[in-house]
């Protein structure tokens, strides 16, 4: 079991900037590539980003590239994620995961352990 907290949620006014965290206990976060899903009312769980266990690679969905950095520091069993230049269109419960098959996957289901999100609202 892994036991995922997210922090870093808030309100923020269009072009403002937030940083998410990801707060791991249990079973060895290093073991696991992480990723960050984001869930808008009426709308399916979505992928923003994810990284391997060794932070060497990632991948982003289009409408968060050049925006947003996906990081980890696995000494402190913690995942970051760097929002810049933040939308009305990002607003959205933001959640993580972890999952320790091979592969940065984009689909909510090839993650084992998720946290219990954490909202981010984007004022126009």
């Known amino acids: 079991q892994v036991q995922l907290v997210e922090s870093g949620g808030g309100l923020v006014q269009a072009g403002g900037f937030l940083r998410l965290s990801c707060a791991a206990s249990g079973r060895t976060f290093r073991n696991y590539a992480m990723g960050w899903f984001r869930q808008a009312p009426g709308k399916e769980r979505e992928f923003v980003a994810a990284?391997?266990?060794?932070?060497?690679?990632?991948n982003y969905a289009e409408p968060v590239k050049g925006r947003f950095t996906i990081s980890r520091d696995n000494a402190k069993n913690t995942g970051y994620l760097q929002m810049n230049s933040l939308k009305p269109e990002d607003t959205a419960v933001y959640y993580c995961?972890?999952?320790?098959?091979?592969?940065?996957?984009?689909?909510?289901?090839?993650?084992?352990?998720w946290g219990q999100g954490t909202q981010v609202t984007v004022s126009s």
């Open positions: 995961g972890v999952r320790s098959a091979y592969g940065l996957s984009p689909q909510p289901n090839g993650y084992s352990y």
């Open positions: 990284i391997a266990w060794s932070g060497g690679r990632t």
